[in-house]
């Protein structure tokens, strides 16, 4: 027997072993297999059987599993993902089962026969020591034992296939107020519940918009809430994975991680403001949440339900293309804006605006509750020395650094590394040093400092787990500034009467051609979550936008889509960012001219910007390809293999 395995690297080919005597009878698809790989043992995933021998090969060590446990839809899944986000097979089976979860150590034994009831109750690795795998394997294959988990006390059996209900499913889009989709969610709920099927419901994050909604659920079902994914305990995870494999009748709330939870019986999928970005995965393999519980639901036969206040271009496309059915609850609703409009940005040499300030003054004077957004959450993102003009920047990637007063540290958001802050400038030793594109550590500074008196709260994604317990604490009708980043948008239970928007056009520059769609949604997010009487714009004059258009949201768009479409880019195609790192440019020439017969052999007729050349540590090429057809993915597949290619589907920013 020979089985083709797919390893969790970084490699699109599947390899092929033969399979001893002893093994033949449990290898099975997408079954995990130990095998020798490059002077080492390595776990894969069986993808193919082939029932002949093959001297040549070398041997699989052991089958890993009693039983696949990834299986049904789930395995059209990974294999649907694995070539949407040009991915290898391997890396997409890993991360949807993943080795942190330690099935096999939460499995016992049960048996009704008699001479094996020494098995009993037996830990599954211990029966494993005992009589050695190939037996336990074999006593399950022949009905002699079972196996049920020690958590939650269930039979452990292989997935069943789903029974799609006949007709189509209805895919539907709710665009509303947080309450107005809070209630329709309770109602899709409850009918999946009596029905006795499991929900599963996405959610951005954990500690703020998961939270208010878990809160709200545990009310409205109780007992039959669980939370699936990070940052709860393995145990508790565990219970949630054990649980749903077994039972029908909860509602699985997670993050981008449970998209894979294997579920008995689910009738739904719900997805809260799929439009955020906190559902693009970077760990593992690069994929969107949001599309990809889409496609599940697709392959499952039932129903998705993706609610937000601000729909994403594509999902919005989606509706008017009559892929989902939309249903308009009650939207935000704001009494008025206004634009405080300064000469120069705010900065550590400028003071606070007149304006600003007075707009908070008053707010702390009658007692209410203020909230400063801005989009940076350092102290400073630019760093400038002020004789000769030298930037700061990472000596690792050469992006721009930024200050970290509570550190004083300088950070780089690009490589994620941290260097010490020492007052003076690398190239000519000044230490003037200019502070400039400020975030909430400045202002959070700046506006303790006048108003001492008066709770100061900073909440960002860093902070909020810390800080979301202390404005709880602070009663309605005492005065309250709160400076946050993108993160305000989930303070479900915060209202504040008056809502300053400080850079947010600076959105327009640093968040590519998504820029006004970001805009877009950062208002709307702000407004449904904190329910503002007044909207202030505090914006640059040199740098100004109009907020009327981004408070229409038909108009928006309508005027969004076109552009999008004048130019075709999402959500008309795809992009797929293709980068190149070697040392040498004569090397890097090399493998983007193999890169362009690839494209050329596969009939790839679209367009190809690039490739544009940068030197930095090393030479980087980038090279630009748009499409959703078939030769564009046997293109990207075969550039997949060649060395030191990274391919980046569907990039956030560009």
């Known amino acids: ?21 002893k093994w033949q009878p449990f290898a099975c698809l997408f079954s995990r297999v130990l095998v020798p790989f490059h002077n080492r043992t390595i776990t894969g995933f069986i993808t193919g059987i082939e029932e002949e021998d093959a001297a040549n090969l070398k041997e699989i060590l052991e089958v890993v599993d009693i039983f696949p446990f990834v299986g049904g ?21 890993k991360y949807a089962l993943p080795s942190s979860l330690q099935i096999e150590k939460h499995l016992a034994v049960k048996t009704a026969d008699d001479t094996l009831t020494g098995l009993n109750d037996m830990p599954l690795k211990k029966a494993y020591a005992s009589l050695g795998k190939d037996r336990v394997f074999g006593y399950f294959r022949d009905g002699f034992i079972e196996l049920y988990d020690i958590l939650v006390k269930k039979p452990f059996c292989p997935t069943v296939e789903a029974i799609a209900d006949e007709g189509n499913p209805v895919n539907c889009l709710y665009i509303g107020s947080v309450s107005d989709r809070l209630s329709y969610y309770v109602s899709l709920i409850s009918d999946s519940l009596q029905r006795g099927e499991n929900v599963l419901m996405l959610l951005p994050d954990y500690y703020l918009m998961g939270d208010y909604f878990q809160r709200a659920f545990l009310e409205e079902f109780p007992g039959k809430v ?23 009748s909860f509602l699985i ?41 889409l496609k599940r639901a697709e392959l499952e036969g039932i129903p998705a339900h ?9 999902v919005f496309k989606y509706g008017s293309d009559g892929q989902f059915r939309v249903i308009h609850g009650n939207s935000p609703r704001l009494n008025t804006h206004t634009e405080i409009i300064v000469e120069k940005g705010i900065g550590f040499y400028n003071p606070l605006p007149d304006e600003f300030v007075e707009v908070i003054r008053a707010g702390v004077e009658n007692k209410e509750r203020i909230a400063v957004y801005t989009p940076r959450k350092d102290y400073s993102s630019y760093l400038q020395c002020i004789e000769c003009k030298t930037l700061f920047i990472c000596p690792t990637c050469s992006s721009v650094l930024s200050y970290r007063k509570h550190k004083d540290s300088l950070f780089c958001t690009t490589c994620n590394k941290e260097f010490p802050y020492n007052e003076q400038c690398s190239k000519c030793g000044s230490n003037l040093i200019r502070f400039s594109h400020v975030g909430a550590e400045f202002l959070e500074e ?34 309250l500034i709160i400076i946050g980043t993108q993160t305000l948008s989930g303070l479900y239970d915060v209202k504040v009467k008056n809502l300053i928007l400080v850079g947010w056009e600076e959105l327009s520059r640093i968040s590519g051609y998504r820029a006004s769609e970001k805009m877009f949604h950062t208002v709307m997010h702000l407004l449904d979550a904190l329910n503002p009487e007044v909207l202030y714009f505090c914006m640059e004059r040199k740098k100004r936008v109009n907020p009327a258009l981004f408070l229409d949201m038909e108009g928006f768009f309508r005027d969004e889509l076109a552009k999008r479409k004048a130019v075709d880019f999402p959500p008309y195609t795809r992009l797929f960012l293709v980068e190149v790192e070697k040392k040498t440019e004569e090397a890097g020439a090399k493998i983007i001219k193999k890169i362009m017969e690839i494209l050329r ?20 090429w980038r090279i630009l390809l748009k499409g959703n057809e078939e030769p564009l993915y046997r293109s990207l597949l075969r550039i997949y293999a060649l060395p030191d290619v990274h391919i980046e589907a569907d990039p956030l920013y560009l």
């Open 446 to 479: 700046r506006l303790k400092g006048l108003f001492p008196d008066c709770p100061v709260v900073k909440i960002t994604g860093e902070t909020a787990k810390k800080e979301i317990g202390l404005l709880r604490k602070i009663p309605v009708g005492s005065p």
């Open 73 to 93: 839809a789930l395995t059209r899944l990974c294999e649907w993902a694995s070539r949407y986000y040009v991915t290898p097979m391997g890396l997409v089976l």
């Open 306 to 314: 993706f609610g937000t206040a601000s729909p994403s271009l594509e």
């Open 601 to 620: 052999e596969e009939g790839y007729e679209g367009p190809i910007t690039g490739p544009l050349l940068q030197k930095k540590e090393e030479y980087q």
């Open 253 to 293: 709330m997670g993050n981008k991680g449970c998209a894979f939870l294997p579920a008995m019986n689910l009738g739904l999928i719900i997805v809260e403001r799929h439009e955020e970005d906190h559902y693009r995965n970077e760990e593992g393999f690069n994929f969107n949440a949001a599309l990809l519980s």
């Open 1 to 21: 027997m020979i089985v083709h395995v797919a390893l969790p690297i970084p490699v699109e080919r599947h390899f092929s072993y033969s399979v001893p005597e």
């Open 226 to 248: 669980l939370w699936y994914g990070t940052p709860t305990k393995l145990k508790s995870r565990m219970e949630t994975y054990l649980r749903t494999r077994s039972e029908g």
